[in-house]
């Protein structure tokens, strides 16, 4: 399998950059230059999408109306369309794509495959089978497609990863069983979506897209507070991560529970890409584009995940911003952008990396 | 498993080969011929089993002539019809699954797996709903055009490097089919019309096709299994290898293009009569290697026989397990088959071909 090119590490000397300490030497890190300056370059950018999808809409405002508006200043008729409709939306745009790019670099440093991330190996599929069956089969339990998601998810990951397990854990491995899993989920979903009301059938091919049209601030809160925890342990588990990518062997000699630390990570990326999946649904590609634009901005060998959350959240609020302007007055939900965009990347990916890595 | 078999069989050379080899082939032509009798018998169970059992001195009388009944009805237009389809679809897609392997050497190929059939699918949607046409015979060509240019889509980003990777062939498929699906999903949105016959499409189903399918796209398959007959030894030439194969005056090239279009005729015609199903081309050709070793002159038509008898059984059997409705054949096959494609994951190194 083709993996990550890592680069080998200088011959000699110190390398450039900061090391991060916290004062009792459990947490530390080393924070290269590159790193920094790509991180300041997407924050930035990250900015400077927000503010146009501030401005976007059928109320125009200039830049300077969005900026002091968010400062509480702005012209009354502009907080409220702001206030309530565009900020909440932007949020739920930042979360997802930041949770879906987090998710997708622990899933493809753990497979050691740039193509293992959630929507090919089966927990986006599953996660929209509950939803499913939430919305068409059990709608008399009320859980709603959210709730539906997220149990969805969780029980595909755990069928995969214990399939997927034989003696350790093999990253193509789980990639090939997640790609069955994914197969028979995918013939569960459009078996269900043939049995449903057209009326129905719509309604849920609709959210199966993914969408972050009309959220309000009621779904902000419960994307941001999973996903700031589950950042948190990301980075957290970031030294055996480090670790792990020169290989099982060399990460156990340096005294990291590989197995353990593994479980942990994938449990990190399925919670993230289940919160995910609850706040817009199924968005695709997200998480399988950051970590490699990532990796390429940053010249890493690995998906570095605070960087993946960056590029994934700004994906996101670019491809939500043209889902709304390129057809305007016809609103295309971020899914169809994400999609499409997606598709010419991945077959770039693929022809590019394998021509490489023979 | 090939290895094992082609090894008993060179363990104990008799004193005369040719005496050997005509014994192994009668006995494999015998085996055949049960696979062929066996299928028959399932038909028949296919013809009496459904919402109404009929008995199957009624099926045999209804068949021999049409007496007006409403079990005459139900056989002659409902379940003759299907059954017969299923017999097509599924020699189609086991064929194009053994070829498939042959070809790449990959044991994980599978016409359902690497995106042929959702390329054919998607081309056979936007024919009838963006298009408007309504005929079998003119959508084919829809399905044959969408199932080459997927598997050629596939084969280029999955043998890209130098060393062809069974796994890699595979990721392309996932990643190209993921691709046309979020494509399809935009296309659907802005079309209701479109995406109610979609989503009946893509399940994959024999329920209510016409019989005239069968000679509006059974030619496409036909032909298709014609020239994946005539591979058998080009095929075993490959499997040796591109140098050894030119020594034996085999043209690696000649054989890698007559492949690919019976692959396309097979998959394109089985998916344009029964939407996409998958894993038949994966599972069948592994259980005839199993039967007859590697000589792809005999896995070609065990496969053929062999995934014909699955499909027609599948079918029943979501006609039994989900009685007085059914279960459609595409999503029965998805429940059976991937436990296998699992399972050869699983193991430590996937068999080479």
Not at chain 1, 60 to 69: C, K, Y
Not at chain 1, 303 to 328: E, H, I, K, N
Request: charged share 10%; net charge positive.
């Amino acid at each position: 399998m083709t993996g990550t090119t890592a680069k080998t590490a200088r011959p000699s000397g110190r390398m450039p950059g900061l090391t991060v300490r916290v004062a009792s030497g459990r947490l530390s890190g080393r924070l290269s230059p590159r790193a920094v300056a790509t991180g300041l370059l997407l924050l930035a950018l990250l900015l400077a999408a927000s503010v146009a999808a501030l401005m976007t809409g059928d109320y125009p405002a200039t830049p300077a109306d969005v900026v002091r508006t968010v400062l509480g200043e702005g012209p009354p008729g502009l907080e409220l369309i702001v206030g309530r409709f565009r900020l909440p939306r932007l949020l739920v745009a930042i979360g997802v794509g930041a949770a879906l790019g987090t998710a997708g670099a622990i899933f493809q440093s753990v497979s050691r495959n740039p193509l293992g991330s959630p929507e090919i190996i089966g927990f986006t599929t599953g996660a929209a089978t509950g939803a499913l069956l939430a919305l068409l089969v059990f709608p008399s339990l009320a859980l709603g497609a959210p709730t539906g998601a997220v149990l969805g998810g969780l029980v595909t990951a755990v069928a995969v990863y214990s399939l997927a397990f034989r003696r350790g854990m093999r990253g193509d491995r789980l990639v090939l069983v997640g790609i069955g899993v994914n197969a028979v989920l995918m013939a569960a979903n459009s078996f269900l979506l043939s049995r449903a009301s057209l009326q129905q059938a719509q309604d849920a091919q609709m959210w199966l897209i993914g969408s972050v049209s009309g959220r309000g601030w009621d779904e902000v809160g419960p994307l941001w507070i999973p996903l700031i925890v589950l950042l948190a342990a990301t980075v957290a588990l970031g030294r055996g991560t480090a670790a792990m990518e020169m290989g099982d062997e060399a990460a156990t000699a340096l005294g990291v529970p590989v197995e353990r630390t593994r479980l942990a990570l994938v449990a990190c990326g399925v919670g993230l890409t289940a919160t995910a999946v609850a706040a817009a649904g199924p968005i695709v590609f997200v998480a399988l584009a950051a970590p490699q634009i990532a990796r390429r901005v940053a010249r890493r060998g690995a998906p570095p995940p605070m960087l993946s959350a960056l590029t994934g959240a700004l994906l996101t609020v670019v491809a939500d911003l043209v889902g709304q302007r390129l057809f305007a007055p016809v609103q295309l939900p971020v899914g169809v952008a994400t999609g499409a965009v997606g598709g010419l990347y991945l077959a770039w990916l693929l022809s590019r990396e394998w021509r490489k890595g023979g | 498993m090939t290895g094992r078999t082609s090894a008993a069989v060179f363990a104990a050379p008799p004193a005369d080969p040719s005496v050997h080899r005509a014994a192994r082939a009668s006995a494999l032509a015998a085996g055949l011929l049960g696979a062929v009798v066996l299928l028959v018998a399932l038909c028949a169970l296919s013809l009496a089993v459904g919402a109404r059992d009929l008995p199957l001195h009624t099926v045999w009388d209804a068949l021999r002539a049409d007496d007006g009944s409403e079990a005459a009805h139900i056989v002659r237009h409902l379940r003759l019809p299907r059954t017969l389809l299923a017999v097509l679809v599924g020699a189609g897609l086991g064929l194009a699954g053994a070829l498939m392997q042959a070809l790449t050497r990959n044991p994980l190929a599978d016409p359902g797996l690497l995106g042929v059939e959702i390329g054919a699918a998607m081309a056979v949607v936007v024919a009838i709903s963006l298009l408007g046409i309504t005929q079998a015979w003119v959508y084919v060509w829809f399905a044959l055009a969408g199932s080459a240019v997927a598997s050629v889509v596939v084969y280029l980003l999955g043998a890209s490097g130098r060393a062809v990777n069974p796994e890699r062939m595979v990721l392309a498929g996932a990643a190209v089919s993921a691709a046309l699906t979020a494509c399809v999903a935009a296309l659907l949105l802005l079309d209701g019309q479109a995406f109610d016959k979609y989503r009946f499409w893509v399940v994959g189903s024999l329920a209510g096709r016409e019989l005239s399918l069968l000679w509006e796209v059974g030619p496409f398959i036909a032909s298709g299994a014609l020239i994946a007959f005539g591979l058998g030894r080009g095929l075993n030439a490959l499997a040796l290898g591109e140098e050894t194969g030119k020594a034996l005056g085999v043209p690696a090239g000649q054989v890698r293009v007559a492949g690919a279009l019976a692959v396309t005729l097979l998959c394109g015609g089985a998916t344009a009569i029964a939407g996409p199903i998958g894993f038949v081309g994966l599972a069948v050709p592994h259980m005839a290697r199993l039967v007859t070793g590697p000589d792809n002159r005999w896995v070609l038509p065990y496969s053929a026989v062999l995934a014909a008898l699955l499909i027609v059984a599948a079918d029943v059997l979501g006609r039994i397990v989900a009685a007085p409705t059914e279960v459609e054949v595409g999503v029965v096959m998805a429940f059976l088959g991937a436990p296998v494609f699992i399972a050869l994951c699983r193991r430590r190194r996937i068999a080479q071909l």
